[in-house]
């Protein structure tokens, strides 16, 4: 089993950073990746980053790029969200998940392990 943990959330105003950690534990597997979501009252979780942990290679959506990056540090087992510039507009739920394998993106319910979830809210 391999449980998650976010930190990092918290209530910000308009143009400021934040970076969200997600610590891994647990059982480890020989390829896997580590995305995180966010998510909005009513809509589905949407993944905006993720990072594959042996290659490095990562993954950012659109709509935060530029802005948001991911990065990791195996010693920690640690995934890091460093976002910038943050507008109202990212102002979500976030949770970060772990996937078996090297594929960066897949639909919400392709992850097989979750997090609790830490809340960013921006303020105008």
């Known amino acids: 089993q391999v449980q998650l943990v976010e930190s990092g959330g918290g209530s910000v105003q308009a143009g400021a950073s934040l970076t969200a950690s997600c610590a891994a534990s647990g059982r480890t597997f020989s390829s896997f990746v580590v995305g995180w979501f966010r998510q909005t009252p009513g809509q589905e979780r949407q993944l905006i980053a993720s990072?594959?942990?042996?290659?490095?290679?990562?993954y950012v959506a659109d709509s935060v790029k530029g802005r948001f990056t991911v990065s990791r540090d195996n010693a920690k087992k640690t995934v890091y969200l460093q976002m910038n510039s943050l507008n109202a507009g990212d102002t979500a739920m976030y949770y970060c998940?772990?996937?078996?394998?090297?594929?960066?993106?897949?639909?919400?319910?392709?992850?097989?392990?979750w997090g609790q979830g830490t809340q960013i809210t921006v303020s105008t």
């Open positions: 998940a772990l996937r078996h394998g090297r594929l960066l993106v897949g639909r919400w319910n392709s992850w097989n392990y």
């Open positions: 990072i594959g942990w042996d290659s490095g290679n990562t």
